[in-house]
């Protein structure tokens, strides 16, 4: 039995293969093609719809990590499709490199990452995908297919997010920067605060996001800066916030939560009390990620910027007025529009808002409501996190859906890669 990282996604397949080489993994396609089987590929099971849910072969690029290339005059890493988030930052550190930006969590694969559109914050900056120069894939043919900006450019669009629908990705090219470091400023603030200002502050600062607790005014928000001089001394005020106060002792308020559903408000009064100030500077691959030791099931979605007051002053009106079991915080971030056909940010800066239920508990109520409020807007939803929009749905949504499914047809016409949740998405 397989299952994803919060345990809602459950499966059991009758192949796991963990290839080596890119041979190897052309030889598994090969084969299923031959015997008329199924293939998923799994990253590190943090997406929490059924993406990687197969009753046939799943594979596994664990063991298919590292760089491929390093061009430092172009700052173009190319880099193995299985390379955790976490490994590719600290190789490409020891290159005098960094990405531009990431994302909140770094155990995610690089073709896992971008192939559910995950994304950091920053208005001046688009999801991890728009850092992606070139893509080269195995196909539903077993044929070795390269797209990048300067071949195959409508292919490439579809293949920057593609949920594993057009093959599996090999190689991928990143457009990278030399190394620098953040200053990392956590706080505490009103809410009505945040929601009158967020727009300035993030014209000011480079990468912002703020956790509004629920049923209370407080947020924490998190914004980071570059910054010179030395680096911090990972140290004891580091681990005590990081560690003990995020994790460890948000865990046990969960559980606390969790027995006790009537004391929901008071752990999420309690948590937006013991928030205060805290500062930290290093280099940018340890900034941006964040321990998550406390395991959740969440739901993400995608609405324009400039909707996005309204919609959160919705969101926040709909939780006050319903009793719901919550206390997780609800994570807001801001993201450069894109052109990038399946990119939840296709032709529009926008703004993501994301709700978490703490995994023992039921969450399916509270986010139909949430779900409601955010489709009313034009929401989008995050392809990793939970949502119920199927294809009829998610035609009317993302403006070049069609084109994506002819690529898909054209890449894998015997459906080769397309399990029973994916022909949920792709045919009405």
């Not at 292919?155 to 599996?168: D, E, R, Y």
């Amino acid at each position: 039995m397989k299952k994803n990282w919060s345990g809602n996604v459950q499966f059991s397949p009758t192949t796991i293969a963990l290839p080596a080489t890119e041979e190897d993994i052309q030889q598994l396609v090969l084969t299923a093609i031959q015997e008329n089987r199924k293939i998923r590929l799994i990253g590190s099971g943090h997406s929490f719809t059924p993406l990687v849910k197969t009753n046939d072969i799943l594979i596994s690029l664990d063991n298919f990590q590292g760089l491929v290339s390093v061009d430092q005059s172009s700052h173009q890493v190319t880099v193995k499709a299985g390379t955790k988030l976490h490994l590719l930052g600290q190789l490409l550190f020891e290159q005098g490199l960094a990405m531009e930006n990431m994302g909140d969590i770094d155990r995610q694969s690089i073709a896992g990452t971008i192939s559910t559109g995950t994304h950091g914050t920053g208005i001046k900056f688009g999801t991890i995908s728009t850092q992606v120069k070139a893509i080269r894939f195995i196909n539903g043919l077993g044929k070795i297919v390269e797209c990048s900006e300067k071949e195959n450019l409508e292919l490439f669009k579809a293949a920057q997010v593609s949920l594993g629908a057009l093959g599996i990705i090999t190689q991928i090219t990143l457009k990278c920067v030399p190394t620098y470091k953040l200053e990392l400023i956590n706080e505490k603030k009103k809410l009505a605060e945040v929601l009158a200002n967020y727009s300035q502050i993030n014209q000011e600062n480079r990468n912002f996001e703020f956790y509004y607790f629920p049923k209370t005014e407080y947020v924490l928000t998190k914004t980071s800066n570059l910054a010179n001089g030395k680096p911090d001394k990972a140290g004891l005020s580091s681990f005590f916030q990081e560690y003990l106060l995020e994790n460890m002792a948000f865990k046990m308020l969960c559980e606390y939560a969790y027995r006790f559903p009537s004391k929901n408000k008071r752990v999420s009064d309690f948590s937006a009390k013991a928030v205060g100030y805290s500062r930290k500077v290093y280099y940018s691959h340890k900034i941006y990620a964040t321990p998550r030791l406390v395991k959740f099931n969440e739901m993400e979605y995608n609405v324009p910027i400039d909707a996005y007051k309204e919609v959160m002053k919705e969101v926040v009106k709909c939780i006050d007025k319903n009793n719901f079991p919550v206390h997780f915080p609800i994570e807001n971030r801001f993201v450069k529009e894109d052109d990038i056909y399946l990119s939840p940010a296709y032709g529009r800066n926008s703004s993501y808002i994301a709700c978490h239920v703490y995994y023992k508990k039921p969450f399916q109520e509270y986010f139909k409501v949430l779900e409601d409020i955010f489709k009313a807007y034009d929401g989008r939803p995050h392809w990793g996190k939970i949502h119920t929009l199927e294809a009829e749905e998610l035609q009317e949504r993302y403006p070049r859906f069609e084109e994506f499914k002819q690529h898909r047809a054209q890449q894998d016409p015997d459906q080769i890669f397309l399990s029973p949740y994916l022909k949920t998405l792709f045919f009405p």
